[in-house]
T-cell receptor
Framework: GQQLNQSPQSMFIQEGEDVSMNCTSS?????WLWYKQDPGEGPVLLIA?????ELTSNGRLTAQFGITRKDSFLNISASIPSDVGIYFCAGRRETSGSRLTFGEGTQLTVNP | DTGVSQDPRHKITKRGQNVTFRCDPISEHNRLYWYRQTLGQGPEFLTYFQNEAQLEKSRLLSDRFSAERPKGSFSTLEIQRTEQGDSAMYLCASSLGTGRYGYTFGSGTRLTVV
C-alpha cells in the first residue's frame, strides 16, 4: 500500500490564488518527484528533487525537498484554470532501486 | 510521436477471461515499468524490466499476472482469469537508465471487469 501521506486530498481555489500541498513519509527518500495527471491520462513529471533542502522551480511551480528527507512541498503561484488536475508526489528510496512510491494525490479545482 | 504508447486504451472484459495489454516504450529507454492505479489512488508499482530481464516484481503481482519484454523493446502484461478487483488503470512507463530524472508514463489502459 501507499507509504506517502499527501495533503490536502482536494483543494478548491479561485483563479489567481497560490496553492500549497505537501507529502510526508515515515521513511527517508533520496529522490522526490512531483507529477500532474489529467483525467484519462498518465502522470506527467513536473519537478524532480535530489538533495535535502533543494528548492527547484518550473515556471509557476516551486518544489522543495525537506531537510529531514521525509517530506516534500509543492507550491503553485497565481493559479490558472489549466492547473486543474491531480497532483501526485512520488519518492524513491536508496533501497528500492527504480521503484517509485506515490502519494494518494491532491485534486485541484480552479474556479475562473 | 515518440512517447510511451499503450494499447488498448480501454478494455471491458467478463470475469474469468484473460486479457493482454501492450506497451511500447520510448525507443532509447532501456527500463520499462508497469504500475496499477485504482480510482482515487496513486499508481502502485507492479514490475520493471531492464532490457529483456524482469528485475523486480511487487507482491501485488499475483500468479495470475505475467509480464514479458521478449526483445527488450515492447512489453506485454497478461492477466489470467480476471476478477472484478483487477479493474484499474494499468500504466506503463519507461526511462533511460535508473530513471533518476523520472519516468515517462503512457496514457494507460483502463480495464473494467464485469
Amino acid at each position: 500500500g501507499q507509504q506517502l501521506n499527501q495533503s490536502p486530498q482536494s483543494m478548491f481555489i479561485q483563479e489567481g490564488e497560490d496553492v500549497s500541498m505537501n507529502c510526508t513519509s515515515s521513511s527517508i527518500f533520496n529522490t522526490w518527484l512531483w507529477y500532474k495527471q489529467d483525467p484519462g491520462e498518465g502522470p506527467v513529471l513536473l519537478i524532480a528533487l535530489y538533495k535535502a533542502g533543494e528548492l527547484t522551480s518550473n515556471g509557476r511551480l516551486t518544489a522543495q525537498f525537506g531537510i529531514t528527507r521525509k517530506d516534500s512541498f509543492l507550491n503553485i503561484s497565481a493559479s490558472i484554470p489549466s492547473d486543474v488536475g491531480i497532483y501526485f508526489c512520488a519518492g524513491r528510496r536508496e533501497t528500492s532501486g527504480s521503484r517509485l512510491t506515490f502519494g494518494e494525490g491532491t485534486q485541484l479545482t480552479v474556479n475562473p | 510521436d515518440t512517447g510511451v504508447s499503450q494499447d488498448p486504451r480501454h478494455k471491458i472484459t467478463k470475469r474469468g477471461q484473460n486479457v493482454t495489454f501492450r506497451c511500447d516504450p520510448i525507443s532509447e529507454h532501456n527500463r520499462l515499468y508497469w504500475y496499477r492505479q485504482t480510482l482515487g489512488q496513486g499508481p502502485e508499482f507492479l514490475t520493471y524490466f531492464q532490457n529483456e530481464a524482469q528485475l523486480e516484481k511487487s507482491r501485488l503481482l499475483s500468479d495470475r499476472f505475467s509480464a514479458e519484454r521478449p526483445k527488450g523493446s515492447f512489453s506485454t502484461l497478461e492477466i489470467q482469469r480476471t476478477e472484478q478487483g483487477d479493474s484499474a488503470m494499468y500504466l506503463c512507463a519507461s526511462s533511460l537508465g535508473t530513471g533518476r530524472y523520472g519516468y515517462t508514463f503512457g496514457s494507460g489502459t483502463r480495464l473494467t471487469v464485469v
